[in-house]
């Protein structure tokens, strides 16, 4: 992966490199002179790798998907963190995304409260809430086809009254940086955490074991995840 893109995160890591090669204080300036240039070459990146990792995933058959979603489950319900969790926000899975519903299922069996994100229809169109769902719950598709609570009979759950978020992942790297759709909505809906530490809720993200890269791209706006279950391992991240 093209590290000299990262953003400033990487900062510490284009200074150790300077000393190295000629080439880099043009890169190191370019860097602080064009911000929105670096922008530019993450987004750029980033829609590539999507492409690319989306592709690995729609290459899983039907049974790997259920093997894994389960394996998932598993791996999930043997962490700490989750008997501690009452309010757990998942999602319904959408183009070969790791389903979270048998998750879903046992979560609810054993009495937590169980959310969905649902996209905004109307003011503000890139705003998500979550709300209250209880699995089998008849569901509404939204604008990209997923299905989402009618959020008629109930107000949204407060995202920092939430316990555990397990987030979609399409890409994840071993230091927590995640890659999602593009719409930037769970950056948005958690925006309130970058930079505190400690903050509820806990940032999950699931994914199916082929979704991990070396190093992913960074942007100022990612929220960083505490902790990533795949359907083969758990991964905490080092903390940046
Ligand atoms: N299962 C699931 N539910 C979710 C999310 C998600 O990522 N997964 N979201 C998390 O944000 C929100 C919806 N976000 C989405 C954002 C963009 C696209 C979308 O544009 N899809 C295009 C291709 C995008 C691309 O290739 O860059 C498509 O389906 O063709 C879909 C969902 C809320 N619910
Ligand atoms: N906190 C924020 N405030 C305003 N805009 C934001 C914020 N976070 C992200 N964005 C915007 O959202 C867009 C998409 O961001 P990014 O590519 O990181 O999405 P993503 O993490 O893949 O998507 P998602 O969170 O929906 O899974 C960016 O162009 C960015 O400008």
Known sequence: MNRWV???????????????CF??????????????????????????LRRELRARRQGLSKAQQTIAANQL?????????????????????????ISPAPLLRYAGLIGKHCYLPKISQTANRNDMDFYRYHFKQTLQPNR????EPSGLRRQPQAANKLDIVLLPLTGFDKEGRRLGMGGGFYDRAFAF???KKNQQPIMIGIAHHCQEVDSLPGDDWD?????????????KPRKR
């Open 23 to 48: 080439i880099q204080p043009c890169v190191h300036h370019h860097y602080f002179l064009f911000p929105r240039y670096t922008a530019w070459m993450n987004t750029t990146l980033k829609s590539r």
């Open 73 to 97: 489950m598993l791996r999930l319900i043997r962490l700490p963190v989750f008997h501690r969790a009452q309010h757990i926000a998942a999602y319904i899975a959408s183009d070969d995304e």
């Open 144 to 147: 990209y086809g997923i299905g």
């Open 223 to 235: 929220i960083p995840l505490d902790l990533i279950v795949t359907d083969r391992r758990v991964i």
């Open 6 to 20: 990262q953003g400033p995160r990487s900062r510490r890591y284009l200074g150790a490199s300077l000393n190295r």
């Open 193 to 195: 955490k970058n930079g």
